[in-house]
């Protein structure tokens, strides 16, 4: 079993779209998430950080976590053409981050 | 503030041969991660300095691979000698002193494409 689990799309959505991103991890002593933005042939770049279960609100972007089911999703409201790129969770425990496989989101004009 | 550079962009040789690849951190940056990402993937750590020690190396296939970071700067990663399974994307990133919390910043990546 894959310490993150993430479906890796493409995942097609119209533009103005509500995006739903879904991570699933399997170590209860994962403590910090992440979410990374990676444009085509760039480097990944931090999206939204979170440290506890809950929500963390960032303009457009909600990212929230569950520990208790081990989930972790980033929604994205009001969706445009420029959010298209792949998305990676990541989570650490301590040092080594762990990235999911990314989910790669299309938002069409 | 200049972000983390890599060189070269691109790399296509044949299998058996050896390439190396370049990085230069964000200035004033202890900590310095050197990353594999295959295509479909997301990126798996291959190895992690501080300052110019080696923090985790455990994923780093060293019969083939290597890397150092001469002074705690600029660091060097070797494939010697190349598989076809090490075509990939080779992404560097550096955060301020390692920690978790500590955001991490990537570079565009070397594109390697071994034939």
């Known amino acids: 079993q894959k310490e993150v689990e993430q479906d890796p799309g493409p995942l097609s959505v119209p533009e103005g779209a509500i995006v739903s991103l879904n991570c699933t991890y399997s170590?209860?002593?994962?403590?910090?998430f992440m979410w990374y933005r990676q444009y085509s042939r760039k480097g990944p770049e931090l999206l939204m950080y979170?440290?506890?279960?809950g929500n963390k609100e960032d303009g457009r972007f909600t990212a929230q976590v569950d520990k208790s089911s081990k989930y972790i999703s980033l929604f994205i409201r009001d969706s445009q053409p420029s959010d298209s790129a792949t998305y990676l969770c990541?989570?650490?425990?301590?040092?080594?981050?762990?990235f999911g496989t990314g989910t790669r989101l299309l938002v069409s004009p | 503030e200049a972000g983390v550079a890599q060189s070269p962009r691109y790399k296509i040789i044949e299998k058996r041969q050896s390439v190396a690849f370049w990085c230069n951190p964000i200035?004033?940056?202890?900590?310095l991660y050197w990353y594999q990402q295959i295509l479909g993937q997301g990126p798996k750590l291959l190895i992690q300095f501080q300052n110019n020690g080696v923090v985790d190396d455990s994923q780093l296939p060293k019969d083939r691979f290597s890397a150092e970071r001469l002074k705690g700067v600029d660091s060097t990663l070797k494939i010697q000698p190349a598989k076809l399974e090490d075509s990939a994307v080779y992404l560097c990133?550096?955060?301020?002193?390692?920690?978790?919390?500590?955001?991490?910043?990537f570079g565009p990546g070397t594109r390697l494409t071994v034939l």
């Open positions: 170590n209860s002593a994962f403590q910090y």
């Open positions: 990133a550096s955060s301020l002193l390692g920690r978790a919390i500590d955001t991490q910043y």
């Open positions: 200035s004033g940056h202890a900590t």
């Open positions: 990541a989570t650490t425990g301590f040092q080594k981050l762990v």
């Open positions: 979170t440290y506890s279960s």
